[in-house]
């Protein structure tokens, strides 16, 4: 990749000041170079480590692979750095037509003639602007930092509930639905029949207790009224007694 400068008077100029922008070029394109070279020989090496397949005939399939896509990449790249080259030889490193660097009886004797042009207000300003940024970036990043602290204590939480979440939903696959559903029914089936069979001992054991208290009443009855024979009991006694069984 080379682009030579055009016109003499740039050349010169460049020269005169000890300078080379062929040279700066060079080595810019040189260091982008280096680092494709890089990056792709750590790429194929971590490749080959991930896929274990070091000292294996897959490691040329892997190695003819990588170099494929950086061959493409490296044409690509190539072809965008020329423009660049062109571009900055030609526009970058140029000077207007007619430019010509003063004169040495022309230049400034000293740096501190440069220096006697800003005065010390100005330099105090300058140092207060910087001193002002300052703090306000320190404002910032103490604002960044707390605002990071609780990030990462709501990150924390999230992590907790979606690992008590986790659980909920593995103790949900472990267990069946269908089962668990399957087992309330016959549960609420056998209690039905239970409660069932209560009530039906519950109604026995009334109409027993009936049926035993107008006997005994009956015979009670029967055994005040013996002297007299069932044919001599008045009315108004037997319909006494006949309520009173109607109560029970």
Request: net charge negative.
């Amino acid at each position: 990749m080379s682009a030579k400068m055009e016109g003499s008077e740039s050349e010169a100029l460049f020269d005169s000041l000890n300078l080379n922008p062929q040279l700066f070029v060079n080595e810019t394109l040189n260091t982008v170079d280096d680092l494709l070279n890089d990056a792709f020989d750590f790429y194929l090496q971590e490749a080959s480590t991930l896929l274990k397949i070091e000292g294996t005939d897959r490691l040329g399939d892997l190695t003819r692979g990588v170099n494929y896509i950086r061959n493409m990449i490296q044409s690509s790249l190539d072809k965008r750095l020329a423009m660049w080259e062109k571009y900055c030889l030609r526009h970058c490193f140029t000077v207007p037509e007619g430019f010509s660097l003063p004169k040495n009886d022309e230049l400034p004797g000293s740096s501190s003639m440069v220096q006697d042009t800003l005065s010390d207000a100005d330099a105090d300003a300058e140092l207060d602007s910087l001193r002002d940024k300052l703090t306000l970036v320190g404002a910032e990043t103490d604002k960044l930092n707390t605002e990071l602290k609780e990030l990462e204590r709501q990150s924390a939480s999230s992590g907790h509930c979606a690992g008590l979440i986790n659980e909920a939903l593995q103790l949900y696959e472990d267990t069946s639905v269908h089962d668990m559903f399957q087992e309330m029914i016959q549960t609420a089936t056998e209690l039905r029949v239970k409660m069932q069979k209560l009530k039906t001992r519950q109604v026995e054991r009334m109409e027993c207790a009936q049926s035993e208290r107008i006997y005994n009443s009956l015979n009670d009855y029967l055994t005040r009224n013996q002297d007299k024979g069932l044919s001599n009991v008045k009315l108004d006694d037997l319909q006494e007694f006949l309520a009173e069984l109607k109560k029970m």
